[in-house]
């Protein structure tokens, strides 16, 4: 058994003056009575309290007297052992444990603290303490670990972790900026299409408006003719000459014709106006900046504005076939999921090339989703091909046809919002892309 050799035995009085009084001699032999105590204690092994790499520090529960320490508890503290001799635990930083166990606690767990070193710095550690009996004297266990460097590690953890969201949130910045780039891109590809689809009411409108202006000129005679009659009497002699006129004027046109014909031009440029109205709406819808806010949309409503969209580019050499099932509407945002099926669609009509083919869409609910799958009858792809599909600017297409980011970002929306993308395909018949996206629970506000 190692037997216990106090490091401040012989001066653990403080040293508060030079001439000892009675009352500390008195001092010094009621702590050297509980270090002999000590001392007799198996359950102290000097050669383990020595070899701790951990601080170990005895210390007078009353008095805060530092009793005795081992080196780590120097090191740490950094003081010579005849500095910690006899000095106060509280000059060290330990006063608010000694004043937390004088409120009863007996054993105080991992506390973090700063302590205050020798040079004056400040060093921060976990600490524990516990309060021991021995002989007339309880004397506290403290026992204290170094936390600088995991402190600094911690630190650096912190700073690490701000510098990445700030990284993310330039990066998911930049990623809305890409998107909305895509957008734009995409209308540019579009854009002769789009001005064709726009062309052929507005040529209509124009050509209606020209028959429009004859008819009312026709009536314009009719009805000034008709008023001059009215105006006069039977017996007027420029009657006769009215009513020629009249019957001239109805020989070179047909009334029945022409009132039947005005309402259809007029109906038929109604629907040139609306026909005009929804694509620009639709432009307006694909083309918005919407990456803050999701609002319930309808995959379905998606689908049909998209299919107008691209119609020209669909409707010289694909059939397409809808099977659109009733759907729940689904939280998103609508820009965004759009743009997915634009690109799908665009994609559809691209592999199936000048001899065309069938696009097949569909769309059904699942009990925790709703699926969109559009089927082409194109030249299909490659295991090879398949893998890299949805890589950033990969592209099959020829040069000036696509930007390769048309599926990459497609994927990139789906996955924010919570779903996938499915892809099936193979060479010579055709692929097929299933798009699914989760139901979310919508509150009545954003129902109504």
Same mark, same amino acid.
């Given at each position: 058994?190692?037997?216990?050799q106090?490091q401040?035995?012989? #001066?653990?009085?403080?040293?508060? *003056?030079? &001439?000892?009084?009675?009352?500390?001699?008195?001092?010094?032999?009621?702590?050297?009575?509980?270090?002999?105590s000590?001392?007799?204690?198996?359950?102290?092994?000097?050669?383990?309290?020595?070899?701790?790499? $951990?601080?170990?520090?005895i210390?007078?529960?009353?008095?805060?007297?530092? =009793?005795?320490?081992?080196?780590?508890?120097?090191?740490?503290?950094?003081?010579?052992a005849?500095?910690?001799?006899?000095?106060?635990?509280?000059? @060290?930083?330990?006063?608010?444990?000694?004043?937390?166990?004088? +409120?009863?606690?007996?054993?105080?767990?991992?506390?973090?603290?700063?302590l205050?070193?020798?040079?004056?710095s400040?060093?921060?550690?976990i600490?524990?303490?516990?309060v021991?009996?021995?002989?007339?004297?309880?004397?506290?266990?403290l026992?204290?670990v170094?936390?600088?460097d995991?402190?600094?590690?911690?630190?650096q953890?912190?700073?690490?972790?701000?510098?990445?969201?700030?990284?993310?949130?330039?990066?998911? *910045?930049?990623?809305?900026?890409?998107i909305?780039?895509?957008?734009?891109?995409?209308i540019?590809?579009?854009?002769?299409?789009?001005?064709?689809e !726009?062309?052929?009411?507005?040529?209509?409108i $124009?050509?209606?408006?020209?028959?429009? *202006?004859?008819?009312?000129?026709?009536?314009?005679? %009719?009805?000034?003719?008709?008023r001059?009659?009215?105006?006069?009497s039977?017996?007027?002699?420029?009657r006769?000459v009215?009513?020629d006129?009249?019957?001239?004027?109805?020989?070179?046109?047909?009334?029945?014709?022409?009132?039947?014909?005005?309402?259809?031009?007029?109906?038929?440029?109604?629907?040139?106006? $609306?026909?005009?109205?929804d694509?620009v709406?639709?432009?307006?819808?694909?083309?918005?900046?919407?990456?803050?806010?999701? !609002?319930? @949309?309808?995959?379905?409503?998606?689908?049909?504005?998209?299919?107008? =969209?691209?119609?020209?580019? %669909?409707?010289?050499s694909?059939?397409?076939?809808?099977d659109?099932?009733?759907?729940?509407?689904?939280?998103?945002?609508?820009?965004?999921?759009?743009?997915?099926?634009?690109?799908?669609?665009?994609?559809? &009509? @691209?592999?199936?090339?000048?001899?065309?083919?069938?696009?097949? !869409?569909? #769309?059904?609910?699942?009990?925790?989703?709703?699926?969109?799958?559009?089927?082409?009858?194109?030249? +299909?792809?490659?295991p090879?091909? =398949?893998?890299?599909?949805?890589?950033?600017f990969?592209?099959t297409?020829?040069?000036?046809?696509?930007t390769?980011?048309?599926?990459?970002?497609?994927?990139?929306?789906?996955?924010?919002h919570?779903?996938r993308?499915?892809?099936?395909?193979?060479?010579?018949?055709?692929? #097929?892309?299933?798009?699914?996206?989760? %139901?979310?629970?919508?509150?009545d506000? =954003?129902?109504?």
């Amino acid at each position: 058994m190692v037997t216990i050799q106090p490091q401040c035995l012989e #001066t653990a009085a403080p040293p508060s *003056s030079d &001439a000892e009084t009675p009352a500390v001699g008195i001092e010094r032999d009621r702590r050297e009575s509980s270090l002999r105590s000590l001392e007799d204690s198996e359950s102290y092994s000097r050669a383990l309290f020595h070899a701790a790499q $951990t601080g170990l520090l005895i210390a007078d529960a009353r008095t805060e007297c530092i =009793m005795d320490f081992n080196p780590a508890a120097a090191e740490i503290i950094g003081a010579a052992a005849d500095d910690l001799c006899g000095r106060s635990a509280a000059i @060290h930083g330990f006063g608010e444990v000694f004043e937390a166990l004088r +409120g009863g606690a007996t054993r105080l767990e991992r506390h973090e603290t700063a302590l205050q070193r020798s040079d004056g710095s400040r060093i921060p550690v976990i600490l524990s303490a516990v309060v021991l009996e021995f002989g007339e004297r309880n004397v506290v266990l403290l026992s204290f670990v170094d936390i600088g460097d995991i402190s600094a590690v911690q630190e650096q953890l912190r700073q690490s972790h701000v510098h990445l969201e700030d990284a993310l949130e330039r990066l998911e *910045s930049q990623r809305d900026a890409i998107i909305q780039s895509e957008k734009m891109a995409s209308i540019g590809q579009l854009a002769a299409g789009v001005a064709h689809e !726009i062309n052929n009411p507005i040529g209509y409108i $124009t050509s209606n408006l020209a028959t429009i *202006s004859q008819y009312t000129d026709f009536l314009r005679t %009719l009805l000034l003719l008709y008023r001059k009659l009215a105006e006069m009497s039977e017996s007027d002699p420029q009657r006769d000459v009215v009513i020629d006129e009249l019957t001239e004027a109805l020989a070179e046109e047909d009334l029945d014709y022409v009132l039947g014909d005005l309402d259809v031009v007029l109906r038929e440029s109604v629907e040139g106006t $609306t026909r005009v109205a929804d694509i620009v709406q639709n432009l307006k819808s694909f083309a918005r900046d919407d990456s803050l806010k999701k !609002i319930p @949309h309808d995959l379905n409503e998606g689908v049909e504005a998209m299919i107008r =969209m691209v119609w020209n580019e %669909l409707k010289y050499s694909c059939k397409v076939e809808k099977d659109l099932a009733d759907l729940p509407p689904v939280l998103c945002h609508a820009g965004q999921v759009n743009q997915v099926i634009m690109n799908i669609l665009v994609n559809a &009509a @691209h592999a199936m090339g000048p001899s065309g083919g069938t696009i097949t !869409i569909r #769309t059904q609910a699942h009990e925790s989703a709703v699926e969109l799958a559009v089927s082409d009858t194109g030249c +299909g792809m490659t295991p090879e091909i =398949m893998q890299h599909i949805f890589d950033p600017f990969f592209t099959t297409k020829d040069v000036g046809k696509g930007t390769g980011l048309g599926l990459s970002i497609s994927h990139g929306i789906v996955s924010d919002h919570g779903g996938r993308i499915e892809v099936s395909s193979e060479p010579g018949k055709g692929s #097929t892309f299933r798009v699914f996206l989760p %139901l979310a629970e919508l509150d009545d506000d =954003m129902i109504g």
